[in-house]
C-alpha cells in the first residue's frame, strides 16, 4: 500500500470516529439539558379547619378531579400520581405540597418519597419533599409546583 493510500484509509477512520464522538456528545448534552423554567419550587398548602389553599404553579387539565383523601398521604412523606403527572407530599402536619412527578434531569418518573425525599430512580436525582429543590444530582432544576386543593378531607387538582 502507497503512503497516500494509508493516509486516506487513516483520514477516513479518524473523520467516522470523530463524527460518532460529536454526535455521541451533542446526544449527551441535549439529554442533559436542564429546565430553565423561573417557575416557583413549591407553595405551600395549608389544611384549614373548613376551607382550602392553592399551591402555586400549573397542574393537570383534570380541575376539581380528587386525587386522595389526606389521610392517604403520609406526614413527612408523599404520594405519587403517576397517571396525572403530579406527587404530592405532607412535609408537616396539614401542610400539603405538589409537583410534577418528571424528573427535571432526563424527564424519567419520580418513583417515591422516603425520609423528606422525592426520589428518581434513573440517575438518583434526590428533590426535597418540602419545596421541590435539587438535594441530590445529577438533575441541577427543581421540580415544578404543581397546583393542588385542599377542602376538607380530599385532595383535588386545582
Given at each position: 500500500?502507497?503512503?497516500?493510500?494509508?493516509?486516506?484509509?487513516?483520514?477516513?477512520?479518524?473523520?467516522?470516529?470523530?463524527?460518532?464522538?460529536?454526535?455521541?456528545?451533542?446526544?449527551?448534552?441535549?439529554?442533559?439539558?436542564?429546565?430553565?423554567?423561573?417557575?416557583?419550587?413549591?407553595?405551600?398548602?395549608?389544611?384549614?379547619?373548613?376551607?382550602?389553599?392553592?399551591?402555586?404553579?400549573?397542574?393537570?387539565?383534570?380541575?376539581?378531579?380528587v386525587l386522595a383523601k389526606t389521610a392517604d398521604i403520609p406526614e413527612g412523606g408523599g404520594k405519587v400520581f403517576a397517571d396525572k403527572g403530579l406527587v404530592v407530599t405532607q412535609p408537616t402536619a396539614g401542610q400539603f405540597k405538589?409537583?410534577?412527578?418528571?424528573?427535571?434531569?432526563?424527564?424519567?418518573?419520580?418513583?417515591?418519597?422516603?425520609?423528606?425525599?422525592?426520589?428518581?430512580?434513573?440517575?438518583?436525582?434526590?428533590?426535597?419533599?418540602?419545596?421541590?429543590?435539587?438535594?441530590?444530582?445529577?438533575?441541577?432544576?427543581?421540580?415544578?409546583?404543581?397546583?393542588?386543593?385542599?377542602?376538607?378531607?380530599?385532595?383535588?387538582?386545582?
Open positions: 500500500m502507497t503512503g497516500s493510500q494509508e493516509t486516506g484509509r487513516l483520514f477516513g477512520r479518524r473523520t467516522v470516529v470523530a463524527a460518532v464522538g460529536a454526535a455521541g456528545v451533542a446526544a449527551a448534552l441535549t439529554a442533559c439539558g436542564g429546565s430553565d423554567s423561573d417557575s416557583p419550587a413549591g407553595t405551600a398548602v395549608d389544611k384549614p379547619a373548613g376551607g382550602g389553599g392553592e399551591a402555586g404553579g400549573s397542574g393537570g387539565g383534570d380541575a376539581g378531579a405538589a409537583f410534577s412527578s418528571k424528573c427535571t434531569h432526563q424527564g424519567c418518573a419520580v418513583k417515591d418519597v422516603a425520609n423528606g425525599m422525592i426520589n428518581c430512580p434513573c440517575h438518583g436525582s434526590m428533590f426535597d419533599a418540602t419545596d421541590g429543590s435539587v438535594k441530590g444530582g445529577p438533575a441541577k432544576a427543581p421540580l415544578p409546583a404543581a397546583a393542588i386543593k385542599v377542602e376538607g378531607d380530599s385532595i383535588t387538582l386545582a
